[in-house]
């Protein structure tokens, strides 16, 4: 077990991810909703490095196009970003943070768990 945590761990596939939300899925999905579901290489980035001083700097290098992304997106209930993170003040935080990244794009942050206003 020592050698296993000493090693760096596995980057995680899009096959991978995709196994996993199959797995929560409780019911069969059709041939077009598989479709839909079906993530590549390209839809993920890699993660900060930790040479960029801001979560706005790591976005711009990652998303390069986003300005040209945002002006014709009009699909509501398809974010162009998604961002997971483990906790809801985490959340918080890379949201302010990242607001010299947005620019005019709206942003909203879900919670699994409720967290006061005051505290956001």
Same mark, same amino acid.
């Given at each position: 077990?020592?050698?296993?945590?000493t =090693?760096?761990? *596995?980057?995680?596939?899009?096959?991978d #991810?995709? =196994?996993?939300?199959?797995?929560?899925?409780?019911?069969?999905?059709?041939? /077009? +909703?598989? +479709?839909? !579901?079906?993530?590549?290489?390209?839809?993920?980035?890699? *993660?900060?490095?930790?040479?960029?001083?801001? /979560?706005?700097?790591?976005?711009?290098?990652?998303?390069?196009?986003?300005?040209?992304?945002?002006?014709?997106? &009009?699909?509501?209930? =398809?974010?162009? /970003?998604l961002?997971?993170?483990? @906790?809801?003040?985490?959340? #918080?935080? !890379?949201?302010?943070? @990242?607001?010299?990244?947005?620019?005019?794009?709206? =942003?909203?942050?879900?919670? @699994?768990?409720?967290?006061? /206003?005051?505290? &956001?």
């Amino acid at each position: 077990i020592s050698d296993q945590l000493t =090693s760096e761990p *596995p980057i995680p596939s899009p096959a991978d #991810v995709m =196994s996993i939300l199959l797995r929560g899925k409780k019911m069969e999905l059709t041939a /077009v +909703e598989m +479709e839909e !579901l079906t993530l590549e290489d390209k839809h993920f980035v890699s *993660p900060n490095d930790l040479s960029h001083s801001s /979560v706005s700097s790591y976005l711009k290098e990652a998303i390069p196009d986003w300005e040209t992304l945002i002006d014709p997106h &009009q699909a509501k209930g =398809s974010p162009l /970003v998604l961002i997971v993170t483990g @906790a809801a003040l985490r959340a #918080v935080d !890379l949201n302010r943070d @990242a607001a010299t990244f947005r620019g005019k794009a709206r =942003s909203i942050k879900l919670f @699994a768990k409720h967290i006061k /206003v005051q505290g &956001q």
